[in-house]
Every structure is written in C-alpha cells, then in structure tokens.
C-alpha cells in the first residue's frame, strides 16, 4: 500500500479505529504513529461484524495455524550480522570460542597478543640483565623460585625482576589495555597474578592505580567537597584588578566569530568586557584580547578567577 498509484479502500469491522476520528490529546508514540500513516494514502470503510459475516467466517476458519509454535528455537541475531575476524592470541592465527583449549588462553581483561610480549620482555630480562640476575639469585631461596627452560618461576608464574619501569609495563599490560578497562587496585592485582609475580607487587600496583590519571579523572567522589564559608571578597579599590574569565560558546555565527569572551570586573564595579572570538581560541589568542581589550585601560589584573 506504501506508494501506491490509486488510493486503497480498506474495509474493517473494528469499531475502535473510529475512537481516532476526534481530536485528543496524545502521548508521543501516537504521533510517531500518526506521522508514519502520513505516507499512506488509504480510505477505511468500516462494516459492522454482522454484516461482514463472509470475512468474519474466514478470520475464524478453525484451521489455522494458532502460531503456537512461532517463536521456538528463534535466532535473534543471526551469525551473518557478526564480523568473521576472530581474536589473535599467541601462537595461533586467530582464537575460536568454539574452541575451548584454544579460547582458554585468553584470561578475563587481558589480551593475550599484549601480554605474550610483556613475557618475551621478562625472559629477555631474565637472561640478559645482570642486576635482574642478582636479584633472582637472592630471591632464590626466600621465595622458593625455580628454574626451568633456563626462565624462573614461582609456581606458576613467571618472576618479573626488572627495574620499575619493566614492572609498570607489566601492570600497564593488565590496568591500562582497552581490554583491561582501567581496574581498581584489588582486581588489577588479580589478573596481574594469574601469570606475574614479584615482591611487593600489590604494594607497587596500588601506587600505580592511584597514580592513573585516567582513573583519578573518572573516580566518583563518595565525600562531595563543601563551598567554602567565606566567599571571595573583594581585595582592590581599582576596578578589574582580580577578573572572572569565562566563554559563551555554540553561539550563532556572526562572520568569522562564534563565541564571547567575558571579563568581570569581581572587585568594586561588576563591570564586564564582552570580546567576541572563536571557539577554537588558544591561551595565547586569550592573552593577545586581553593585551589589547583590558591592559590599555585597567593593566595586568592582580588575580584572575577561571575555570
């Protein structure tokens, strides 16, 4: 019926498609109904039940299929709606999840590829370092290490003895990797030790979880910080000696400008300059509008208030 060339005659014996012949007030997924209907072009002749009986009889025909069995065994997402390119890991070109010895090595936050060069880096210290020599040769006895295929080991896990910055490249493997999600201190730890370990790892992971930015930037702040009781006052007799900088900015264009710079004047006489500008304005352009806009008439001002 959708672009039809003639208009369609639709006939109905539902008496309640005549409730939408008066106007009302409507929620908004009536309106999106409405608009789509728009594109129709169709005239509904309504039939009362009792004389549409022929068409009663067959939406009553006693052998339909009931649809009892319509949604069993339904794929909602077929396999065609998926990219094929699986997941490389370490020693295999590509990491089927049918595949469970091959998936296994993947371990929860960590990829794989990533890590198995982290390794080759801790063996290469192994080897090649001295100082990370000495080291194992003292940590040996007092945490029980064992040598094999010329690589030590604590049990299970491979001994990271390099300086601090081959152990931040470590936690970096298993904190800071899309894969790894930036982790608190207790579950980065976590996935650390399932393949790492050296003395005092989780004291070393701790300070480098609360050294991320990223985290530190993200970090709810469970105890909200009070305003201060005592607000800026002003200082200065002479106006716009301690300013308030801020911009308006997604402004209609007006030729090449798009967003105000204000300077208040916080002090004596509220005053402001109002300096239009670009969005895209470095801190240099800002000083350069002040240079010329504030400094000839008020000077350099003494305290500047900024976001």
Known sequence: MHGAMHQVKVHTDHANLLFWKNPGDHNRRVVRWHSDLMDYDFQLVHISGKKNGRVDALSRCPDYDQGEDDNKQLVVLPSKFFSQVLACIAGSEEANPNNKEEWACYRDGVDPWDFQSMQDLVEKDQQENKE?????????NTHQLTKLNLIWWKDNWIVVAGDNDLKRG??????????????????????????????????????????????????????????????????????????????????????????????????????????????????????????????????????????
């Open 170 to 307: 470590v936690i970096h493997s298993f904190h800071n990797k899309p894969s790894a999600g930036h982790l608190g201190i207790s579950n980065t730890y976590r996935l650390a030790r399932c393949d790492t370990w050296w003395p005092n790892m989780k004291q070393d992971i701790k300070q480098y979880v609360k050294g991320c930015a990223t985290c530190q930037a993200s970090k709810v702040n469970t105890g909200p910080l009070k305003p201060a009781m005592i607000p800026i006052t002003p200082e200065h007799v002479l106006p716009f000696q301690t300013i308030a900088m801020d911009f308006i900015t997604k402004l209609p264009k007006s030729g090449k400008y798009d967003t105000i710079l204000t300077i208040t004047d916080h002090d004596c006489s509220k005053a402001a300059i109002f300096i239009p500008c670009q969005e895209a304005i470095s801190a240099e352009e800002v000083a350069k509008l002040m240079l010329k806009y504030l400094y000839p008439q008020f000077g350099v001002p003494k305290k500047i208030i900024s976001d």
């Open 132 to 140: 990370s020599q000495e080291r194992l040769r003292k940590w040996t």
